[in-house]
């Protein structure tokens, strides 16, 4: 798989360590030295970046869901100005861009926009998902990278691949070096959710999966050497 253009989609939980809420310095800093590693060789590189170590919609029960929503789009989006900043400090230049007006704290998303920054050799961060409440950010990402003609989605997790069941319950549980998207709905193994699933299938957008804990996993995932599980499409 040669890699040109590539969204790197991180969980908020990753960005939070052990701390499990909030930001892991030493964390993010290990992406950023990558990422960079990366954007030297010449890959674009746009990041989505979750938002569960602050904030999930749908796990508040006490307030409207839309307005739930709201909050998590938002955190997604304080997530990629902390990320941002990272990155800078390390030697990148960045851009954060969002679905939504945030004031001069980001700027508005449009593909024109983000090709811009991407020829400048900016990593462009997808903040704010879709925008809309009811999706997630593995939506957001799936949109984005059908939109940006995005390579390949690469989803840094906590585990190292896709498994045709939970290694945690099941230790005899087999990991998969390739698996088609059609399979991981069949199967429901969850990579990503449903919707961001069928957006993948229907616009022939591949995945490739592996552990963030893995050494340089995600130069290895750029540069095509996947060590996790490519999901097909
Ligand atoms: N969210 C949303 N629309 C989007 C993306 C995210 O409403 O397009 C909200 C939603 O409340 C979600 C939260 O932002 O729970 C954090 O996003 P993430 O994808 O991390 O949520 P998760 O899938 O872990 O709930």
């Not at 969980?11 to 052990?18: P, T």
């Not at 993010?28 to 954007?39: C, F, G, L, S, T």
């Not at 060789?41 to 307030?63: H, P, T």
Request: aromatic share 6%.
């Amino acid at each position: 798989m040669e890699m040109k253009r590539v969204l790197l989609k991180l969980s908020g939980e990753a960005l939070a360590g052990d701390k499990k809420t909030g930001f892991d310095e030493a964390t993010v800093k290990e992406v950023a030295r990558q990422v960079k590693i990366a954007v030297s060789e010449g890959i674009e590189v746009g990041v989505v970046i979750g938002g569960g170590n602050f904030w999930r919609g749908r796990e508040s029960n006490a307030i409207d869901r839309t307005k739930a929503d709201q909050i998590g789009m938002l955190a997604t989006v304080m997530n990629c100005i902390y990320v941002s900043e990272i990155f800078r400090s390390s030697g990148m230049d960045t851009q954060i861009l969002t679905p939504f007006e945030c004031g001069s704290m980001t700027k508005l998303f449009s593909k024109d926009r983000a090709n811009k920054y991407f020829k400048r050799g900016m990593v462009v961060f997808f903040a704010g998902g879709t925008g809309h409440p009811y999706f997630s950010t593995d939506t957001g990402v799936a949109l984005r990278a059908i939109e940006m003609e995005a390579d390949c989605i690469l989803l840094a997790k906590a585990i190292d691949g896709v498994y045709d069941s939970d290694p945690k319950l099941n230790p005899a549980a087999i990991k998969y070096d390739t698996i088609s998207i059609q399979e991981v709905i069949d199967k429901k193994l969850a990579v990503v959710d449903l919707t961001a699933s069928i957006m993948c299938m229907e616009n022939h957008v591949p995945m490739a999966v592996f552990s963030l804990n893995e050494e340089n996993g995600i130069i290895n995932a750029m540069q095509g050497k996947i060590n996790g599980t490519v999901v097909t499409a």
